[in-house]
């Protein structure tokens, strides 16, 4: 009787069977959006990529050239927040394709435009469609990611940066070789990421369904790791730790160019073939990036990724051009590991919004690219390229702030 007694009880262990296991990794999405990012930024690259054709066929200064780029990047950052805002509130797959038609849109524009004015207009407008898509695309990644969120992050940033290095090697062969009127060529890759949005959209519709036929699980949210002033506070840092990076970047993608044209006397196509080996070095570190993350921790990831990049900055503008692209190659890769990691980690910082942080990072991190832009084109035309770059590279070292933020990674948490 006592051993039957016993054997009764085996409520916890049908508790353990009976909760819901944890969600899946959803790589056939993951992928699919990555390659939507990809063409995305592929189209969006074209314009600074541009700039030596701009300059000679419209007797552009610096200046203006800072200004196009402002008038991009200002654009996408004012809507991506905004943007996210609104589709935590109201999820909108077919934005995705909303936005893709608009790159296509502003590429067609840029093709044929023949004024300063219209160089704008097309740069506003790629800006448009940039903000629309990258809030919407990012929370797609996060719904896709299941419990591997660093990765899902890495692998749609590696679809952004393996396009930013696509556009100026295909504006280098193309669009230098054949003239402006090919950009309306790459209309065509608008076309294709249409496609591709529409099919994940069609996934996001149906994985929205099945979270309405589980109310209880869909509506349980995350409790918040830290208090709302530590959040705010962390965001503050981020927020620095972005600026930071991007108004380096600004440096690298707007005039590393003319930089090595300038100070090495290379040809354009050859400085374009370098800046396209920088940028696949930002690739490389951004898939690296988010895993690793997963791994040892985000923060960890944030602080050696920012502050890890001063020693070669430091050095930069002061060797040779073997040593320049050796530098440039370490610069991008241990840079480019910030950015999936801070995003996520934003993320987990404030569960639920989702579409918010991912708008805000981005939103971020343009506005920055946008108004260093026009601003070092400005310094640039006051005193050199050289002295930009010397002014630039203490900017990691604003890194060190990265060691207040929380220790908010799920494993140390538990432990």
């Known amino acids: 009787m006592r051993a039957a007694v016993s054997a009764v009880p085996e409520a916890p262990s049908l508790a353990v069977e009976a909760a819901p296991a944890p969600p899946r990794t959803v790589f056939a999405v993951l992928f699919a959006i990555s390659l939507s990012h990809g063409l995305n930024d592929t189209m969006q690259a074209l314009l600074p990529a541009l700039f030596p054709v701009l300059k000679t066929s419209l007797d552009l200064t610096y200046s203006q050239l800072g200004w196009i780029t402002f008038s991009f990047f200002g654009t996408a950052s004012i809507f991506q927040p905004l943007v996210g805002a609104l589709t935590d509130r109201r999820p909108m797959p077919r934005s995705l394709v909303v936005g893709m038609s608009l790159m296509g849109v502003g590429l067609l524009v840029l093709a044929f435009a023949h004024t300063y004015p219209h160089v704008l207009l097309a740069a506003v407008i790629i800006g448009l469609g940039s903000a629309i898509f990258h809030p919407e695309a990012s929370r797609v990644a996060f719904l896709a990611a299941g419990q591997r969120r660093g990765l899902a992050q890495s692998l749609f940033q590696l679809g952004g940066n393996a396009g930013s290095s696509l556009g100026p090697l295909l504006a280098a062969l193309v669009v230098v070789t054949r003239g402006q009127a090919h950009v309306a060529w790459f209309a065509f890759v608008a076309a294709a990421g249409f496609i591709v949005l529409w099919l994940v959209g069609n996934w996001q519709i149906r994985h929205r369904a099945r979270q309405a036929r589980q109310p209880a699980r869909a509506a349980r949210k995350a409790d918040a790791p830290v208090s709302r002033r530590r959040a705010l506070f962390a965001l503050a840092i981020l927020m620095v730790l972005i600026f930071s990076k991007y108004v380096y970047l600004a440096s690298m993608t707007n005039y ?79 840079l480019a590991s910030a950015f999936s990691a801070i995003v996520v980690y934003a993320q987990e910082l404030l569960p639920g919004k989702v579409g918010m942080i991912a708008g805000l990072f981005f939103g971020l991190a343009f506005g920055t690219a946008g108004m260093s832009a026009a601003g070092l084109g400005k310094l640039a035309d006051l005193t050199s390229l050289e002295f930009v770059y010397q002014l630039c590279a203490y900017l990691p070292l604003l890194g060190l702030l990265a060691v207040f933020l929380p220790n908010i990674d799920p494993a140390a948490r538990r432990r």
Request: hydrophobic share 55%; aromatic share 10%; proline share 4%.
């Open 256 to 334: 590393y160019v003319f930089y090595l044209i300038q100070k090495f006397g290379l040809a354009v196509r050859e400085a374009q073939i370098c800046l396209f080996v920088f940028l696949g070095s930002v690739a490389v570190g951004t898939i690296a990036g988010g895993p690793i993350g997963d791994r040892i921790g985000r923060k960890r990831v944030i602080l050696t990724s920012i502050f890890g990049v001063a020693p070669f900055s430091l050095a930069l503008p002061h060797v040779g051009l073997t040593a320049t692209i050796a530098l440039t190659i370490c610069i991008g890769a241990i």
